[in-house]
């Protein structure tokens, strides 16, 4: 029995309605199949170039204009640690948005493709297993399996939090490879 | 039904906070020796507005206080009593405490009274001073009333008579018999009794001829069979009793078997019967007074008066904490909005108009199409303008502070003064005013406690005994000019110098134009004060005025001169959004730099280099050396590595000194719209913001000053890298 | 239903006045201080006037004395909004004419009784 079928066994054997049901949009990168909450999808856009935000860390491509406000784009490959790859015509942006201590931020994800829409229950979600200590980790919420497919569920909040200290530090490795540059000249 | 008054608190709040201004303004430019009748009114009727509006919206303690105050300016305003210094010196005080009152209620806080009840009771004080003087105006009912409170006598019938004789012109305040009589039968269904009897008196009614219609010349005697209280009935009458002759009696010690009754009537009186009644004994008048009050006084208040008009305890300025609380409103004249909605009018007709034309376009409508744009770019431009000036308020209210503050450092510092304001009604941009306030109030105060001398001082050099400060306000090119001047003893060239030396800011044999020197006191930690006085001379105050106003986009110079005084000129952009730039192509990015920072752009000639270090270049730029930067390296920008010599150089001054940076090339030059890059991402160095060019793009806007910081920063590593 | 002028330098004073009055069914117009009320007046007759007495340009006793002048406002109720203390408003109200009073601070339902009564 799928896990749809059996949420819906479960359902009208409990007689509660599907509250703890979330909508996830699911996109596929480097083969894996990700879900982000649906309620921080703000759109879907193809991509466009963008403006170049010195000394920013690798994973931000850049800024583009949203209608008028200013959203800064992020390669998820890049965050991910994932080789990077050419992007082409069917390279789409998901643009999301998320309540930080700040206010509301926007900010739009590069991924392979979008794949689908599905509801999944957190009851049906696992944590995933402490294998590797990865800054990659840090992003993942939680896997689920629908289909016999598993889906790694992500943390919007984390994900668009960049780390101020990575940006610090990627200003000090540009620094450094200049001065090694000079170094060499001389 | 209930209403919520908190949804008025917020209007009342701002209405209060500007009563309190001219009451401040008006209680500093009163003449104590020859007393302006109507500025007397002016403050009264501030404070009066404030203690009513208190009242209503049930803020019982400022009322209370604000009560007292009003109190001694109707005293004074009704020539009751003469207003002297320590008076207003009071009054000021209490404008302080009010405003403190208010910002604390705005905020939803518990009032901190304890300046108030201080205040309160000097107030009192005075107001008792010497005569014996009631608190409140003897209310004297002048009219003929019994209070029949004597006799309780339970065992006749309850109820009243009334004698109600109206004065003839009754009718002309608008008053109506018939409205009190239909209050009176209310009162008595209420007190269950059965009902009202009215008697009508016509005696005096005169001849038809000569009467007079909208005079009344009917009295009456009206019954009221009920249990009710005196004071209710004489409330209902309250608003004719000086006016009319009224008398009341209980039933049970009235006689009414001379009285010939007749039912109550719903209207004025009919003319039935005309009866001749006796008149019943009256009960003996009495005039109720109020006691009046005869507070002591005594020598440690007056004692206390004296010491505290001298001292003022400095006050830590309360600042709203909650969001809400925050003054986030501004009043724009009708004559701004209605000239933005003709602009909008028009904007939709070019629009319209563009819409037709881009329905059925073809090649031969080129001209028309032009045209249309052209007007687009029109409208788009004064609507633009348009909107830009709503924000914008006139600088006087920025200024108004100035009066009392100079009066007040004055006095402490023991020197006289004159402030003189220009251009008050030059307008800038709201929040860019509001951030001015306090780098102006440092200037000022330098100036009064630095730049001017004491009174001997000035006398012995045969300058004036009061110096002046002059805060002048004027647009000049796409900015306002505000100037802080002062007519004291300037700035001294050779103390700035020293001091420099001393912390280290410059070398010892280092050459310096007067300019320069005078920068000087621009740079972090200088002070030249000896003494660091309460005022001014923490040595934080002009680097932080200066970084403040380059935080406007703005800047700030100082010049001065031996022995006639210094002026400091504050440039500031009209507005805080858009930013007159200039494009430039550095690889394949466009960058902008702000026009204001912009000195000049040349192109590199080899003899204008000069290699200092590795690769630290500067150039001669007239009998200055400018050090050179690569915006390439700077931001890593990917593209080959470009020579020197014949490279475009754009030369920008940032806060302190000037730099070189060199692009690829100059694109053109427009306003752009400031948008904000740490809303969605983070602060990035050296940029201040972003824009959005014609084409869609996003480009990025240089923060000068970070760049300067930034390439310095640079300069120091690979110098200490190099050794 | 039954207009009314309401007059007060106070714009807070004000709203509080007209948003009371008007949730009552009242039809109600402001002015800030005397003089405009007066050119109101002018061209319309209103059912009752409710003003203020301290109040720039033109107070509240000049207002009922210039209002009395005008035939249509002869008979007409006219309120003054005074505080407690100030008896010598008050006489100065009734001899210029003024109907009654009403003593601030005070809250709605005053407000509306009193009214309610004048128009009946």
Redesign the interface.
């Known amino acids: 029995m799928t896990n749809a079928a059996r949420q819906k066994n479960n359902d009208a054997v409990s007689g509660t309605g599907s509250d703890d049901e979330q909508q996830y949009l699911t996109f596929i990168m480097a083969g894996e199949e990700y879900g982000v909450d649906i309620l921080a999808v703000q759109e879907i856009r193809g991509w466009e170039a963008t403006t170049v935000i010195p000394n920013a860390p690798e994973y931000i491509k850049g800024v583009i204009n949203l209608r008028g406000t200013i959203v800064p784009i992020m390669d998820l490959r890049s965050r991910f640690s994932l080789e990077r790859v050419e992007y082409s015509p069917v390279t789409v942006v998901i643009i999301l948005k998320v309540e930080t201590e700040r206010g509301e931020r926007v900010m739009g994800i590069v991924v392979d493709a979008v794949s689908d829409v599905h509801s999944i229950s957190d009851s049906d979600t696992r944590n995933s297993p402490e294998l590797i200590e990865d800054l990659n980790t840090e992003f993942i919420r939680s896997l689920v399996s629908v289909d016999d497919n598993m889906i790694i569920l992500l943390d919007v909040q984390r994900l668009l939090t960049i780390d101020r200290q990575v940006i610090d530090q990627a200003v000090d490795v540009v620094a450094d490879t200049d001065n090694d540059k000079e170094k060499d000249k001389e | 039904m209930s209403i919520d008054l908190s949804q008025f608190h917020q209007v009342f709040f701002e209405e209060s906070f500007e009563g309190l201004d001219i009451m401040e303004s008006s209680l500093l430019a009163l003449d104590l020796t020859e007393v302006d009748a109507e500025t007397i009114n002016t403050i009264f009727r501030a404070a009066h507005s404030i203690k009513g509006g208190a009242g209503t919206f049930g803020f019982m303690q400022v009322s209370g206080f604000t009560h007292v105050v009003e109190t001694l300016l109707d005293e004074i305003r009704a020539g009751d009593r003469g207003i002297e210094q320590d008076h207003v010196d009071l009054f000021l005080q209490c404008v302080d405490c009010l405003r403190g009152l208010m910002s604390d209620l705005q905020a939803g806080s518990e009032p901190d009274m304890t300046q108030a009840d201080d205040l309160k009771s000097k107030f009192e004080a005075i107001l008792a001073g010497g005569e014996v003087v009631a608190e409140s105006a003897i209310d004297t009912q002048t009219g003929n009333q019994d209070i029949s409170d004597g006799s309780t006598d339970d065992s006749g019938e309850k109820g009243w008579k009334i004698e109600f004789i109206p004065c003839e012109d009754v009718l002309c305040t608008g008053n109506e018999p018939y409205r009190m009589f239909r209050e009176l039968q209310e009162l008595a269904e209420e007190g269950e009794g059965n009902g009202l009897e009215v008697i009508p008196h016509l005696e005096r009614l005169p001849e038809l001829s000569s009467m007079h219609p909208e005079m009344c010349y009917i009295s009456w005697t009206i019954i009221v069979r009920a249990d009710i209280e005196l004071s209710e009935i004489e409330e209902i009458f309250e608003w004719v009793v000086d006016d009319c002759d009224i008398r009341y009696q209980r039933l049970s010690e009235c006689d009414l078997s001379t009285l010939e009754t007749h039912q109550a009537v719903e209207s004025s009186a009919e003319v039935t019967d005309i009866v001749v009644i006796d008149n019943a004994d009256t009960e003996q008048e009495e005039i109720n007074t109020v006691p009046l009050k005869t507070p002591v006084i005594s020598e440690k208040i007056e004692k206390a008066l004296e010491e505290s008009a001298v001292k003022i305890a400095p006050k830590v300025e309360k600042k709203a904490v909650t969001k809400a609380a925050e003054n986030t409103s501004i009043r724009v004249s009708i004559d701004k909005i209605d000239g933005l909605i003709n602009m909008v009018g028009e904007l939709v007709i070019t629009q319209s108009m563009l819409g037709q034309l881009g329905q059925e376009f073809d090649v031969s409508r080129l001209q028309s199409l032009q045209e249309g744009l052209s007007q687009l770019e029109q409208n788009t431009r004064e609507l633009q303008e348009s909107v830009m000036k709503i924000r914008m308020l006139p600088i006087s209210f920025a200024f108004s502070r100035f009066p009392r503050l100079v009066r007040d450092l004055s006095k402490q510092l023991d020197k006289e003064v004159e402030l003189v304001m220009l251009g008050e009604n030059t307008e800038l941009d709201k929040t860019v005013m509001e951030k001015i306030g306090d780098p102006l109030v440092h200037l000022v105060r330098n100036s009064l406690d630095h730049g001017l001398e004491s009174v001997q001082e000035r006398t012995d050099n045969g300058k004036s005994r009061a110096g002046t400060i002059t805060l002048n306000a004027y647009h000049h090119g796409g900015n306002i000019v505000i100037e802080v001047k002062d007519d004291g003893a300037g700035l001294n060239k050779e103390r700035i110098r020293k001091k420099a030396i001393e912390k280290g800011i410059i070398a010892e044999d280092e050459h310096l134009t007067d300019s320069q020197v005078y920068d000087l006191i621009f740079q972090a930690g200088f002070s030249t004060a000896d003494v660091v006085s309460d005022v001014s001379g923490r040595g934080v105050g002009m680097d932080v005025v200066r970084r403040n106003i380059a935080e406007l986009n703005g800047s700030i110079d100082v010049s001065s001169k031996d022995g006639e005084g210094s002026t400091f000129s504050i440039r500031l952009p009209l507005t805080l959004a858009i930013l007159d730039g200039q494009l430039v192509r550095v690889g394949e990015e466009v960058y902008i730099f702000p026009l204001v920072s912009i000195v000049e752009s040349i192109q590199l000639e080899k003899s204008m280099l000069n290699n200092i270090t590795g690769n630290q270049f500067v150039m001669q730029l007239r009998n200055e050396y400018v050090p050179i930067v690569s915006l390439q390296d700077i931001f890593n920008i990917d593209g080959e590595k470009k020579d020197l010599e014949g490279a475009m150089l754009v030369v920008v001054e940032g806060d302190t000194e000037k730099v070189g940076i060199v692009v690829d090339e100059l694109l053109g030059q427009q306003q752009v719209v400031i948008k904000s890059l740490e809303q969605n991402y983070e602060k990035v160095d050296s940029i201040s913001g972003a824009t959005i060019l014609g084409d869609g793009t996003v480009a990025l806007i240089v923060d000068i000053s970070g760049l300067n910081n930034k390439s310095s920063e640079n300069k120091s590593e690979d110098q200490t890298q190099a050794a | 239903m039954a207009t009314i002028l309401a007059v007060d ?5 004000r ?2 006045v007209t ?2 009055l008007k ?2 069914g009242y039809d109600v117009q402001e002015a800030s201080d005397g003089s405009e009320a007066l050119s109101i007046a002018k061209t319309r007759k209103f059912d009752l006037v409710l003003t ?1 007495v ?3 340009v033109m107070d509240g006793i000049e207002l009922v004395t210039e209002l ?1 002048k005008l035939g249509d406002y ?5 309120l003054m ?1 005074t ?6 408003k008050k ?1 100065a109200g ?1 001899q210029a ?5 009403i003593v ?6 005053q407000l ?1 009784n009193t009214i309610k ?2 128009l ?1």
């Open positions: 330098d106070s714009a807070s004073m709203q509080m948003f009371t949730g009552a203020d301290n109040m720039p009395r002869k008979f007409v109720p006219v909004l505080t407690e203390s100030a008896g010598d006489m009734k004419g003024a109907t009654g009073w601030k601070p005070f809250n709605p339902e509306l009564k004048v009946g």
